[in-house]
């Protein structure tokens, strides 16, 4: 064999100092196009993209409980005894709850109560989606993100993920907890996770969702904030608008007026 | 070949013995392997024909829960009679097939098969 200890060191050096420049190299390639947000530019145009606008004014110091009750009844969600079984879907918290970091020592005395409702905020980028092992819950193309609960393996990494507590485990069974069940939906079963689906099943019929529809003072908007004339767009061009935890940059599609 | 005699009635009732699954239902009427099925209430036809549904309806509801949840793809087209079915096990297959005890439990009974539909999907929709 030719070739000195020297020469061997030589090669050895200039193959781990090239290797090591690719490397170096992927490791600073920027982000593709679509992973950057532009604030103000709406993504997609021309696709449905469904979302919602919640009013805080109109919310503020009312009983927002009907609102609640029209979506759970409608989605057999059951009414769960011990506090850590709780099954929630939509629910309201105050307004430091729902807005970490942006409340402070002043904030009107309405907005202190239980007057936020908070639900899914179906995310442009949702969290719960990128760590589901099993696809059981993924983002549909109109931006709705669902469960597929016959997917759904129970493993509990979607309701870790998620920076809302939007998620909810079913620790027991909950059929016997639904006070009346509604044949037009199924209910779950033990060891799953289940959340608000914007009513994707009234959605299919032509019908707005249940909050909203139970809304009677238009405190709650929902509709396709792809069309420019959309009332939701109209709400969100005339006054000024925050989402939920924007920091994280999940993108969130319930949007506030405050 | 020493004690042939003794081998081969050996053999002959071994076979008999490992075969008696075949004779015992050879003797006996295939009636009494059948089941008898609750007729739908209404409706001429199912989504596809009956001897089809009859093998294959599990397949047929897999699909449409793939294709509603993933695809929120909800309306059948039933070759059939050309109408337009909304792709339900409880709202579309119970409607006419109405008690699941009687019609869907008696023939996984039988086949010994525990599909987990029913843990969510509602069992008796009209509430009987």
Redesign the interface.
Known sequence: MGGSRRDFLKTAGASLALLGGLSAESLAAPLSEGELFRPGEPLKEGNVRWAMVVDLKKCAGKDLSKLFEACHKIHNVPDMEREKDKIKWIWSEPFGHAFPNQEHEYVARPYQEKTVPVMCNHCERPPCVRVCPTQAT?K?EDGIV?M???RCIGCRYCIVACPYGSRSFNWRNPRPYIKE?N??F????KGVVEKCNFC?ERI?RGKEPACVEACTDGALVFDDINDPNSKVRQLLETRYSIRRKPVLGTMPHVFYLV | MYDGGKIITGLVIFLILITFPIWYNLANSPEQNTIELEKPAFGEHCMKDKEWMRANHMDLLNTW?DEV??E?K?TYHNELDGQKYNKSL??TCLHCHRSKEKFCDECHNFMGVTP?CW????E????I
């Not at chain 1, 199924?186 to 079963?189: E, L």
């Not at chain 2, 843990?119 to 509602?122: A, E, Q, R, Y």
């Open positions: 993924f549909r669902m597929d609960m016959h069940i044949p037009e199924p209910t779950r079963t994707a299919a | 829960r949840v993933r929120g909800r409880s709202n987990y843990d969510c999907h509602i008796n929709p009209r509430g």
